[in-house]
């Protein structure tokens, strides 16, 4: 309901990382032990201006190139540069969100109307340049396990439709016949087919998505997932299961329960070698308040 509390969270009145809690020391050496050929995966998309974004999301990059003049009337300018080694340099400027392309969403991007994670309300953490709380500075570097539900092959289809519902039956039946079972502090990532889309036709990939229903979005919660994402521009079935209650689902996990979200994710490569359990790391720069980062996650076997 929204005007159910849903603070303190369960970690403590002042945390500020969520879900993440749930990976230990044990649990990132217990994933390491899953690298055994030593081949990874890279899951994330190529950035540029051209990549299918939501309504008023854009990036922009310019390149510098007035170093080669400039280098030129330095004191000690050599023939065609800097010095004798003739020295030279190009530099980009980059206009963008945080929120484009492969990215990872911090616990200070989503509301339920002026209150994120663990209550704190914009009024009290909004800043000129960001937030003083929740920014992506304050997400840790994540290693852990990750898993890979392979929503298209369990439905037997190369690409799922929009608004396309994940049921923890999907779920249960992906994994039923691998040993795997998903377990606290994982990362879940799905592969639904949709991510084909991507650049082929970015019209059709922002027209809608599938996505993880609203049951198996509080299952994951359950199961103590730290983290999940898709092959999708979002998170959770676009069309939403109530057309009154707009990605609700992305909302719930990241206000509601501190679970983290990446989103346009590359899965394809992990789905055709099917690969289901694997060691999962992603980094990120460290904006201070910034409401996200863009990632190059990769799962390693």
Request: aromatic letters at 8%; hydrophobic letters at 40%.
């Amino acid at each position: 309901m929204p005007n159910e509390q849903w603070w303190p969270s369960p970690y403590g009145s002042d945390d500020q990382i969520g879900m993440l809690n749930e990976i230990t020391p044990e649990k990132v050496v217990a994933a390491t032990r899953l690298v055994q050929r030593g081949a990874h995966y890279d899951l994330s998309r190529v950035l540029d201006q051209d990549v299918p974004a939501f309504p008023g999301r854009t990036f922009r990059q310019q390149m510098l190139t007035s170093q080669h003049l400039l280098n030129l009337r330095r004191p000690d300018a050599g023939p065609a540069g800097w010095g004798e080694n003739n020295l030279n340099f190009i530099i980009e400027t980059i206009s963008s969100t945080s929120q484009m392309g492969t990215h990872l969403d911090a616990l200070n991007h989503l509301q339920i109307g002026d209150r994120f994670y663990n209550g704190y309300r914009l009024g009290e953490i909004i800043e000129e340049w960001g937030t003083n709380r929740l920014g992506i500075e304050t997400t840790p570097q994540i290693i852990t396990r990750g898993v890979l539900i392979n929503v298209a092959a369990v439905r037997g289809v190369a690409r799922l439709g929009p608004g396309d519902v994940i049921t923890i039956q999907d779920v249960q039946q992906a994994l039923a016949h691998t040993g795997v079972a998903i377990e606290r502090g994982d990362a879940a990532l799905f592969h639904t087919g949709w991510g084909d889309l991507w650049m082929q036709d970015n019209a059709a990939y922002l027209a809608g998505e599938p996505g993880p229903g609203m049951e198996l979005a509080l299952w994951l919660v359950e199961q103590g997932v730290c983290l999940s994402g898709c092959d999708t521009w979002s998170y959770g079935p676009v069309p939403p299961e109530d057309d009154r209650q707009r990605f609700i689902v992305p909302q719930t996990l990241n206000v509601r329960h501190g679970l983290f979200i990446v989103e346009n994710l590359y899965t394809a490569e992990l789905a055709r070698d099917s690969v289901v359990a694997f060691l999962f790391v992603l980094t990120h720069a460290r904006v201070r308040g910034a409401t996200g980062a863009w990632v190059s996650p990769v799962a390693v076997t």
